[in-house]
């Protein structure tokens, strides 16, 4: 069937599968498919369809339910979590659907209000509107930018390197701005005009992206990657922990032949308390490998800290061994909601305690750390950390001069999920925001290094284990973006509460006019 067939038959369909269908269609934009370019007109059939009503709550419905497919798409990967039962995974994915999907009606329900009073002008704020609500969903105990449509676009390098300027949002912004023009060009009695202007906001970033991508540098500071590939369910079965260290060891006796300055293992690869009586032999060990080798460990442990008889508090944590034990400790800030800890609300609300369901209770740290080995002056984000940019751009300006991230996302080790894929694919913005280098080391991959311009110079694959060694380029450049941060969100957001105000400000001034006559 050609494409004409094909899109008489979607116009066929009822409006709301039209909505999940076109909403899906965008979820496919994400890695591990290289198919970005289906962003640049996902958003059309909702776009169509909101010329089609004037009501705000039609508009969150329309966009409630194109969300639907989006979401689903995107995080279905969701329901294939390895470290619980196969239907919790599922209540646990459609759950989380339904929270995020909050997120689109409350974009169609301002983008609504709006055009109640603006009218066709009102389009045009779209973009703005899409860019603030993105921006506030990263707040907060459950805030996920997983899904900001920038992410869209993580297959395209030079048009990644305007969030040197704007951060992410800048490239949300314009997948918004190229659906408007593709409808804009659907409509026009002059199309020679409507696709020049289509076709220059295409290239637009190509061009600046090609003027900001810094030239490929030599690195003068290696570092080493050791991928166990653990399963996540075998990790904490004490039985294996024996195990789990001695192929830590030989892994890291390979790296260290290859004489780097550091050997990153990856999150929580330490299954043990070493910094507590009970892990004190397994630290012993690191100590004596380290002693041997003469390289410093960077590892992933869980680590705990009693306050009272009956207080005690859990971390994720990242630690710096060397021959003489612990150098210094980082604890996670940014902790995933509900597999690491309960969200505020719900247990105001005390779901959770309804449901009978036991999730973790680690705590958040407070310090953004910054390890120093040689030359290199590093921090590191653990497994959701890496996906913010302001847990990034704060670690920059604490004085990091290459940036990690330690993952494990060993529990979506099938073979058929995106989720791996994806994670790793946004780190590559963090490298482009600050201008620093960036080393993924991942339990089941994918480890990889990261230059300053965002290219992925090394690679270790997926569900494999393997060691590698690269040469990177610490830098100490100060961007517009680690300098002002989101200043481009913030913007969007004050033209978007300003533009929302007038026509409240005009209604009152009116009010006020008629009962002074």
């Not at 369809?49 to 979401?71: F, I, K, M, N």
């Not at 105001?348 to 705590?363: A, C, H, K, T």
Request: glycine share 10%; aromatic share 12%; with cysteine.
């Amino acid at each position: 069937m050609n494409s004409a067939g094909l899109i008489e038959r979607f116009q066929q369909r009822p409006l709301w599968q039209q909505m999940v269908l076109s909403g899906a269609v965008t979820g496919l934009s994400f890695p591990p498919l290289p198919l970005g370019f289906l962003a640049w007109v996902g958003l059309v059939p909702l776009l169509l369809a909101w010329e089609r009503t004037a009501r705000p709550g039609q508009v969150a419905l329309l966009a409630w339910q194109w969300s639907l497919g989006y979401l689903f798409v995107m995080l279905y990967w969701l329901m294939f979590n390895t470290g619980t039962h196969f239907w919790a995974a599922t209540v646990a994915m459609i759950g989380t659907v339904l929270l995020v999907s909050v997120n689109f009606l409350a974009i169609g329900w301002w983008y609504g209000w709006l055009k109640a009073r603006w009218g066709k002008t009102a389009i045009w704020l779209l973009p703005v509107v899409w860019v603030s609500v993105e921006y506030l969903r990263t707040y907060g105990s459950i805030g996920f930018p997983w899904v900001a449509l920038a992410n869209s676009q993580t297959g395209f390098l030079l048009p990644m390197q305007n969030a040197e300027l704007t951060g992410i949002y800048g490239i949300s912004f314009w997948v918004v701005l190229i659906n408007i023009l593709v409808v804009e060009l659907l409509h026009a009695s002059d199309r020679q005009k409507a696709g020049l202007a289509l076709g220059a906001a295409l290239v637009a970033p190509w061009i600046t992206g090609g003027l900001l991508l810094p030239p490929a540098t030599a690195g003068s500071y290696k570092v080493g990657i050791v991928q166990p590939n653990v399963e996540a369910a075998e990790k904490w079965n004490s039985e294996n922990r024996n195990a789990i260290f001695a192929q830590l060891d030989e892994m890291t006796r390979i790296v260290a032949a290859d004489s780097p300055a550091v050997v990153f293992w990856p999150e929580a690869a330490a299954p043990a308390y070493l910094l507590k009586k009970g892990g004190r032999r397994y630290m012993e060990d690191i100590q004596g490998l380290v002693s041997d080798i003469g390289i410093p460990v960077v590892t992933g442990l869980p680590h705990y800290e009693r306050q009272s008889s009956e207080r005690v508090l859990y971390y994720n944590s990242i630690a710096h061994i060397d021959s003489s034990g612990l150098v210094k400790l980082y604890h996670k800030t940014r902790l995933v909601p509900f597999a690491e800890t309960v969200p505020a609300v719900f247990k105001w609300l005390r779901i959770i305690d309804l449901l009978g369901v036991n999730l973790g209770e680690f705590s958040p740290g407070s310090e953004y750390t910054v390890f120093e080995i040689g030359e290199g002056r590093f921090s590191v984000g653990i497994c959701l950390e890496t996906i913010y940019p302001l847990v990034y751009r704060r670690f920059t300006l604490a004085g990091a001069n290459f940036l990690v991230g330690a993952v494990n996302d060993g529990w979506y080790d099938n073979g058929l999920v995106t989720e791996p894929y994806q994670h790793a694919a946004q780190l590559r913005y963090r490298a482009i925001e600050n201008r620093r280098p960036v080393v993924r080391v991942g339990n089941t991959g994918i480890s990889m290094v990261i230059d300053k311009g965002g290219r992925v110079t090394d690679r270790l694959g997926l569900n494999v284990a393997g060691t590698l060694t690269a040469q990177i380029a610490p830098s100490d450049e100060v961007t517009f973006y680690t300098r002002f941060g989101d200043v481009f969100a913030w913007l969007n957001l004050i033209i978007g509460i300003t533009f929302s105000g007038i026509p409240i400000w005009r209604s009152r001034k009116t009010v006020l006019k008629d009962q002074a006559e």
